[in-house]
Structure formats: structure tokens, C-alpha cells
């Protein structure tokens, strides 16, 4: 008896020591994401970036909760800055993942955030680069669904602008919700596939 | 068994125990708090923000010496070493980052368009979308204020300068003959494309040292460094045809485009005031070639190429047959430029253009040829010291080679030729006291070898940001320029002409606004005087002219307020006079206009896929003389007025179909009165009015691009 309990004792010490700083830190990151803790999440994700120069999920987060946070703003000056913060994690996780289809499908939304914005500033140069992001993505990554999504998407939102039916893209979103249920995740704390977004585009396009 | 469990307990406090906390306040530079900054020990996960009262304080059990940083949007990183135990209670104060959107720009004369621009007055769009401009750089700039309305040159003309007062520049380098030709009364265009440049920068006064040689203006233009994709360009317009192309290989790309114009079968549908021997024919071609190296340094090469031909006769009162001109000019343009970024954030900038530029001209049975072989080199360093203090210094030299024959009617020859040669060296600071003051304060010297003659120009300005919207900027320059080539020709006994420029500047912006009010006075010396009728080479000619102008130029505008609509206004109130050429005394001369009023709008009509845009230009009369009546530049022509419309229809993504017409109300303007040379028997002078070779001007085009992605399309061509 005393022995078991020494033994559990030994597992639950060694087991929390076992779940590494990088595992309780993107985990506090991630909850504090989902309560709504957007600048207290992005600064653990940067800490944690820096902390660990090799790694690209942390710097994708943080560019990823910026640019989530940067969607309207009214204010050109604070839009800017936090997409250049955002750009600036974004080149980090790229310089450690080369040709990875999330970074350039996020690049494509952080580009987004400045179309959204202000469509002739930015829209001239950036739409065209945008276009090209998802065709490498597509390329790499033809049955990612996160990417048959964000090119669905960003399709319509052209279709929309020149007055043209979103219908086309409809199929292509349902592709990437039936791949994103299918979808076996192995790398830990790798982009998910959010159904529930899905299902609402989908709405949006039929 | 309980001992050891004890044990493991105690071990979990005692690590615990030998944590250090780290705490402190941040706070801005009037200690106001700032909330939600990222405090950390660099390399560690050991961090935390700051609350509403600017204080964080977390544990560590990091030892020795240790980084802490500090970070926070819109301010610089606070970075400090020291060791762990005396990182308590700290008292830092984030100082404001001056790269920031919000900081204070030096933007007193200056006007930016691309989104690099903190400012944005025109956005790479306009050039192509404004309806006056038909997708010329410098029709689109005329709508800005500081421009004076002259259309029957069709040059720009700032604040009291004649158009060759403006220097143009592509990627840092001089452009020598910018101008397509063009007959008289018929306005010229510029000679590139608008859709290779990505950024314009165009400066009515007050630039920074780099820049010489302009009395008036400096235009910067900037090509794309990366095409994005690979397209193919139709066009097929009522004038002639056009062809572009875009490759893009590894690190490597090249555009190139090519036109063919032929005014012939317009001419004929609409017939103007003028009988065409030949009419206007061009053939021109661009390409651009961009290398970007390993180390992210970028090599970009341009080359323009283009031949143009006519021949007309114009009605004249003092030629009974009308008034003969003929033309074929090749003008070729190269330019090559290189940057490059090296260790301890220094920057280097070189370059090199070249002009040639070849013209027949017939006047009668007189034949005028000229050749111009001009080339500029340049080098530029720039050190940024920090956010703060930047300094950059280079040196440039131009070379002019100018030959005239010309072979009167009789065969006789009569040759002119000069060599026009400037080194120049010019040093520059950019200094930042704070996110709302700033300074550019330069020095930029200059040997002319023709002249025999060595310049100094300082150059100086403050901008102060007295609100979050708005701010206010001076500056001062002094400004030299050799004596255009139309009298260099003749005479090469000459001083540099001279200007000074004191100007102030108030801007105030909102999203989507932008306001701006600008006072400026001119000092104009050692301008070119000479005698008789027209400069020639039996002139006598002296440098005692002087002049001056002053006024001030208001810009307004708005985006999307109104629905679905962008508008700007400019309005410039220019005084001027000049005691210069052969004027027998100071005079406001014939290309200047008191009052100049630009309305400019588009509005996108989402049901019918259509950009429809209007411009309205004003300007008062000008000078004319009268010889009928005592005095010089006596009288003045009637207002200037001129509505112009477009209207672009998206048949789908890629196909595009572009209507305008300039002019639309088909006012009758004049520019002007050509006097007879002899008076009647009653002594009267008979006259006639210069007026344009056309009352409207119509255009329409079709665009088409093919490329891959089916998305793109030539709407940021029109």
C-alpha cells in the first residue's frame, strides 16, 4: 500500500514535470484566448516565441490573435501597428517553417486586414499578392481545409465586390468542412479546423 | 515512507521560496500609465502585462544576470541587463516610437501618393481614374494645387515657375526630356506609363537636398520593386493599340509594353482646327527588368524607348498659308539603380541615366536639327543612427552634351553645341526631438564647369504636430539652376538662375479626410534677360532679371463619407511677377493665373459595375499684350473653364470598357492673342485668339487582361 502511494506520488511529481514549460505556457496562451484575454494570450504567445527561437507555432499565434484583433479598428494608426507587430512574428514563424501552408494562408488574411480597411490604398497591391498566397497554399496543400476555406472565402468576397454569384465557391466549402472532419491532427497545438466558422460561410454563400 | 513524501513536498516549497519577483510601473513620457505592456525576461516564459495603473510584478527563478524587455505598440522596446535581484520597483518610461502612423510627418510642400506614404493625398489609383488626366502623371498632378491650369502646353507650371523649373525623377534619377512632343496649342503628355511606378512624390517647394537643379518643383516617381503575376495587357483604344507582358522567374522579372498611336483615323472623324500632312504617329516601348539578390538587394533596369511624327499647318494671322511644322523626334531613356543594406544600418543607393534625344523640326523650308546626349550618376549613403537621428550624404554628377544645327532655307549652317556639366554633394539630417517635433536640416553644394560657378543651398524644415489630427511644418531653401537650353545655345556667359523658398504649412487629418492649407513666398534672381523679339543668337543677354511669388494653396478631401464617393478640391491664389526675357519691365507673365480651382470626383455605381468621374478645372484670365493699346501685358483673356467626364464599365473581371470626354460643355477658351506683325492703314493691329486645336476631346478604350488568376484586372489602369 505504502509502496503504491509512493508510487503514484513519483508519477504525479514526475508526470507534471513531464508536461513541458512550452506545453503549460501555449496552454495558458490558448485559455486565455478563449476568454477573450486577447492582448494577456498574444504577449504569453510572444514570450513564448522568444523564448524558444526555433519554433513557429508561438510567433504564428501571436501574429494570428493580432490580426484577429487589428479586424475593425477604426483608427489607421493602431491598425498599422498591430498588423506590423503581426508581421513581424509572421516572418519569425516563416524563417522556421518554410512553405508551410498556415503561414501563407495567414499571411493572405493578415494582407486582408488591410484590404478590409481601406480597399484602394491597400487593395491595388495587396490583392494581387493575396491571390498568389492561396495558389501556393493550394499547391502545397490541396486538401488542407483550412485553405479550401480561406480561398473560398476570399473568392467571395471578389464575387461579391463585382456583383457575381458566391454560388461556385459553395462546393469548395463543403469539401473543406467534410476534410476537416476528417482531419487527424498529429503535431500538438496545430491550427484546428473551425466547423462552426465553416458552417456559417457556408450559410453565407447559399 | 511519509518522510520521503514530506520530503518531495518540502522540495516543491523550497523552489518556490528561492523565486525572485520582479515589479515595477511603466509609464509614457508624461508619466501617464500605460496598461497592457509585455514585461518579460528575454529567453524565459517568465512574464506578465501591465494593469491599468502601469505596475506588473511576477516571479522568477531565473538567477544572475538577466535581460528584462519591455514592449508596448506605437513606443520603443525598453530593453536593460542587470542582475535579477535589483529588478524591483522599477521606474521606466516607454519613449513614443517615431515610425508610428500617428507621428509627426516634413511634409511642407510636399505631396505623397502610395501606400508607403503617411499621408496619403492621391492614391496610386487617381493618376488613371481622374477624368481630366486620361492616365498622364501630369494631367492627374494638374488637379493638385500649386499647378497652374496652361492647356495648351500641357507641362506643369508651380507657383508662378515656367514648366522647366519642374525636375523629374525616376527611382532617384533625372529624367531629361520627360515631355512627349507636341505642336503648338496642342498640350504634350508625359512620356512613361503610369502603371510601372508604385509611389509619386511631388514637391511644390522646400525639398530636401538631395534634389538640384529645379527652381520650382521636384516629381519622384518610384517603380514597382516585385510584380506580383504574370499577365498579358491588351488595349484598344480610339488612338491606337497596346500590348503588355509580365514574367516572372526565381528572384527575377520583366515587364515590357509597347504602343502604337495613330491620330489619322480620329483626325478624320473628328476633324479639329488644323490641316495634318501627317498626323501624329508614335511607337514607344518600355521595359523593366528587377534582380532582387540573396542579401535582399534589389537592381532594377528601365529602358524607354520612342519615335514620333507629324506635320501640320496652323492658321497664323502673320502667315497667309497658315503657319508649317514638322517633327520626328527618337528620344531613348535608360536607367539603371541599385540598393542595398549593409551591417550597423547603413544603406546604399547608386544609380545612372541616360537621354538621348533626337529631333527633326521643320518650320517652313527652315530645318532645325537638335541632339541632346545627357547622362546622370549618382551615390547616396544613409546611416540611421537610431529611430531618431539619420543621416545621409552622397554625391551626383550630370552630364549635358547639346548640339543644334540649323539649316535656313538659303543652306546656309549654323551650328550650336555646349556641354552643360554640374557635380554636386549634398549632406542631410533627419532629426526627431520627439513623436511631435521634427527637423530636416540639409546643405547641398554644386559645380557648374559651364559656368564656371560653385553654389551653396541650404535647405531646412520643422514640422510640429499640435494635435492628435493635425500639425504645422516651415521650411526654407535656397535653389540654383543653370539657364534653360533655349538660351545656353546662344550664349554660355552666364550665372545660375536663383530662388528661395519660405513656406508654412497647416494639416490636420481624419480617416478618410485630409486637409491642408499652405503659405509660400518666392524670391526669383539672376534671372536670363535678353533684347529683341525672341532669344537668338544675335541676342545680347545679361543675368539682371528678377521676380518674385507668393500666395497660398488649399487642398481638401474626402473619401467615402458619401457614399460609394471620393472627392478632392484644390485651389491656389498665386501672385506673381517677373522682370526677366525681354519683358522692358516686371510683369505677372502670360502662363500664370491668379486663381486656380480644380473639383475632382468619382463614384462607383455598384448596379451598373461603373466608375463614373467628373473633373471641373478654373482659372482666371491671363496676360496678354495688346499692342493696340500703351503698356506691356496689358490685358487679360477671359476665365478658363473646362467640365470633363469618364465613365469605366466592368463587363467582367478581366475585360474593361472606358469611356471620357474632355471638355464635355465644349466651352470656348482662350489662351491668348496672336497679334498681326504690321498694323492696318488705320494703324490698328488685327488679332486672333490662340485657341485649343479642338473644343472636345473623346476617348474610348477597351482592356483586356489575361493571366492565370481570372481575378485580376486593368481597372488600376484606367
Not at chain 1, 514563424?93 to 494582407?111: C, D, H, V, W, Y
Not at chain 1, 473543406?176 to 476528417?182: F, R, V, Y
Not at chain 2, 495648351?152 to 512632343?181: K, S, W
Request: charged share 20%.
Amino acid at each position: 500500500m505504502k509502496k503504491s502511494i509512493l508510487i503514484i506520488a513519483i508519477f504525479i511529481a514526475t508526470g507534471i514535470a513531464a508536461q513541458t514549460k512550452y506545453q503549460k505556457g501555449m496552454q495558458k496562451a490558448f485559455s486565455l484566448w478563449e476568454q477573450g484575454k486577447m492582448t494577456e494570450s498574444s504577449q504569453l504567445f510572444e514570450r513564448i516565441s522568444k523564448a524558444e527561437p526555433t519554433k513557429w507555432l508561438p510567433a504564428y499565434y501571436t501574429a494570428t490573435v493580432e490580426i484577429l484583433s487589428s479586424f475593425g479598428l477604426k483608427d489607421e494608426t493602431a491598425l498599422k501597428a498591430k498588423l506590423t507587430k503581426a508581421q513581424e512574428f509572421l516572418d519569425i514563424a516563416r524563417a522556421n517553417s518554410e512553405n508551410n501552408p498556415e503561414i501563407l494562408i495567414t499571411q493572405a488574411f493578415l494582407n486582408l486586414g488591410y484590404i478590409a480597411f481601406d480597399g484602394q490604398k491597400y487593395g491595388m497591391t495587396l490583392s494581387g499578392k493575396t491571390n498568389q498566397l492561396y495558389a501556393k497554399a493550394l499547391q502545397i496543400a490541396p486538401n488542407n481545409p483550412r485553405v479550401i476555406l480561406g480561398n473560398a472565402e476570399w473568392n467571395m468576397g471578389t464575387a461579391k465586390y463585382f456583383g457575381k454569384s458566391t454560388k461556385p465557391y459553395c462546393s469548395e466549402i463543403k469539401r473543406a468542412i467534410e476534410l476537416g472532419k476528417k482531419e487527424k491532427i498529429e503535431i500538438e497545438f496545430y491550427p484546428k479546423f473551425m466547423q462552426n466558422r465553416a458552417e456559417e460561410v457556408l450559410k453565407q454563400c447559399e | 515512507m511519509k518522510r520521503i513524501l514530506f520530503l518531495l513536498l518540502t522540495i516543491s516549497q523550497i523552489s518556490l521560496f528561492a523565486q525572485t519577483t520582479i515589479s515595477g510601473k511603466v509609464t509614457d513620457s508624461k508619466n501617464i500609465p500605460i496598461e497592457g505592456a509585455n514585461v518579460y525576461l528575454d529567453g524565459t516564459y517568465d512574464g506578465s502585462s501591465t494593469n491599468e495603473k502601469g505596475e506588473f510584478s511576477f516571479l522568477t527563478s531565473e538567477k544572475g544576470n538577466q535581460t528584462i524587455v519591455i514592449s508596448y505598440i506605437s513606443f520603443e522596446t525598453f530593453i536593460k541587463t542587470a542582475n535579477i535581484t535589483s529588478l524591483k520597483n522599477l521606474k521606466v518610461k516607454l519613449r513614443e516610437d517615431v515610425n508610428s502612423l500617428d507621428a509627426v510627418v516634413i511634409n511642407a510642400g510636399t505631396f505623397e501618393a502610395g501606400e508607403k506614404a503617411k499621408v496619403t493625398v492621391l492614391k496610386p489609383l487617381d493618376i488613371v481614374t481622374t477624368a481630366s488626366a486620361l492616365g498622364d502623371v501630369m494631367g492627374a498632378l494638374q488637379t493638385l494645387p500649386g499647378t497652374s491650369t496652361v492647356d495648351e502646353d500641357g507641362r506643369l507650371f508651380v507657383r508662378g515657375g515656367e514648366a522647366e523649373e519642374t525636375q523629374i525623377f525616376i527611382d532617384g534619377m533625372r529624367v531629361f526630356t520627360p515631355y512627349a512632343p507636341a505642336a503648338r496649342n496642342i498640350p504634350t503628355r508625359g512620356r512613361f506609363s503610369p502603371f510601372l511606378f508604385k509611389g509619386i512624390s511631388f514637391s511644390t517647394g522646400g525639398y530636401s537636398a538631395e534634389y538640384g537643379q529645379a527652381l520650382s518643383s521636384v516629381l519622384q516617381l518610384n517603380t514597382i520593386d516585385e510584380p506580383i503575376e504574370e499577365k498579358t495587357d491588351l488595349s484598344f483604344m480610339t488612338l491606337g493599340l497596346g500590348v503588355g507582358n509580365t514574367q516572372i522567374w526565381g528572384s527575377n522579372s520583366f515587364s515590357i509594353n509597347a504602343s502604337y498611336i495613330n491620330l489619322a483615323p480620329y483626325q478624320e472623324a473628328f476633324p479639329d482646327r488644323n490641316t495634318w500632312n501627317k498626323p501624329v504617329q508614335s511607337l514607344s516601348g518600355e521595359m523593366v527588368y528587377r534582380h532582387k539578390f540573396k542579401n535582399e538587394s534589389l537592381l532594377k533596369l528601365y529602358g524607354a524607348f520612342n519615335y514620333t511624327t507629324f506635320d501640320l499647318i496652323q492658321e497664323d494671322i502673320n502667315f497667309e498659308n497658315g503657319f508649317q511644322f514638322g517633327l520626328k523626334n527618337r528620344n531613348l531613356y535608360f536607367n539603371a539603380s541599385y540598393k542595398n543594406k549593409f551591417e550597423n544600418n547603413w544603406r546604399l543607393e547608386t544609380g545612372l541615366s541616360f537621354t538621348n534625344d533626337y529631333s527633326d523640326v521643320n518650320i517652313f523650308d527652315d530645318t532645325v536639327l537638335d541632339n541632346e546626349n545627357s547622362m546622370h550618376v549618382k551615390l547616396k549613403l544613409r546611416k540611421r543612427f537610431s529611430n531618431r537621428f539619420k543621416l545621409s550624404f552622397g554625391s551626383e554628377y550630370f552630364i549635358t552634351n547639346f548640339n543644334e544645327d540649323y539649316i535656313s532655307n538659303t543652306n546656309n549652317l549654323y551650328e550650336f553645341d555646349f556641354d552643360n556639366n554640374i557635380f554636386a554633394s549634398f549632406v542631410e539630417t533627419d532629426i526627431f526631438f520627439s513623436k511631435s517635433l521634427a527637423a530636416k536640416v540639409g546643405l547641398r553644394l554644386e559645380n557648374s564647369e559651364l559656368l564656371n560657378q560653385f553654389t551653396v543651398s541650404p535647405r531646412i524644415s520643422v514640422a510640429h504636430k499640435i494635435s492628435n489630427n493635425s500639425q504645422f511644418s516651415l521650411a526654407y531653401g535656397q535653389f540654383y539652376q543653370n539657364p534653360k537650353n533655349d538660351y545656353l545655345k546662344f550664349n554660355q556667359n552666364f550665372k545660375a538662375e536663383n530662388t528661395s523658398h519660405l513656406i508654412a504649412n497647416y494639416q490636420a487629418t481624419k480617416q478618410g479626410q485630409i486637409f491642408r492649407i499652405e503659405a509660400y513666398l518666392k524670391d526669383y534672381n539672376n534671372l536670363v534677360k535678353f533684347d529683341g523679339n525672341t532669344a537668338t543668337f544675335s541676342s545680347n543677354y545679361n543675368n539682371n532679371g528678377n521676380g518674385y511669388a507668393k500666395g497660398f494653396d488649399v487642398f481638401w478631401r474626402q473619401n467615402r463619407k458619401i457614399k460609394n464617393t471620393d472627392y478632392w478640391v484644390s485651389y491656389s491664389y498665386l501672385d506673381t511677377e517677373r522682370d526677366y526675357r525681354n519683358y522692358p519691365t516686371a510683369a505677372t507673365p502670360s502662363f500664370a493665373s491668379k486663381h486656380n480651382l480644380s473639383l475632382v470626383a468619382k463614384h462607383w455605381v455598384e448596379s451598373w459595375k461603373s466608375q463614373l468621374g467628373f473633373t471641373y478645372n478654373f482659372a482666371s484670365g491671363r496676360n496678354y499684350t495688346n499692342p493696340n493699346e500703351i503698356g506691356f501685358l496689358n490685358n487679360k483673356t477671359k476665365n478658363y473653364n473646362s467640365l470633363s467626364v469618364n465613365w469605366a464599365y466592368l463587363i467582367d473581371q478581366q475585360k474593361i470598357l472606358y469611356f471620357s470626354v474632355n471638355n464635355v460643355l465644349g466651352t470656348q477658351n482662350v489662351f491668348g492673342y496672336n497679334y498681326k506683325n504690321t498694323p492696318e492703314p488705320n494703324g490698328n493691329f488685327n488679332r486672333q485668339a490662340i485657341i485649343p486645336n479642338t473644343d472636345r476631346f473623346f476617348f474610348v478604350g477597351f482592356f483586356w487582361t489575361i493571366s492565370n488568376n481570372k481575378n485580376t484586372n486593368q481597372l488600376d489602369n484606367l
